[in-house]
């Protein structure tokens, strides 16, 4: 059994900073998700959207295709030439630890 909630089927009066962090970039995976294709994965070139619109300042030359293409590539772990939030978490990951000033 799970130790994990799905808080989206409870009622909730107020969430944390941190939890309200986590639905924030759960909406706008599934926001971005799923206009090419499938609404689990990011296609490339809603991924592209995402990061244009939403990692401006975290991503640089987002708009540049031939970017797009090498950062998907890094993260598509099963190379089907789409993202799943797994996959995408780990742009997250590396994003916040960089922004956080933590190694890996």
Known sequence: MSSFR??????VSAQSIMEAAICTLVTQFKTYAGKDGSSSTLSKDEFQNLVTSELPNYVKNASDPVVIEQLMGSLDENNDGELTFYEFWQLIGKLASKQGGFTQ
């Open 6 to 11: 799905n808080i989206s089927t409870q009622r």
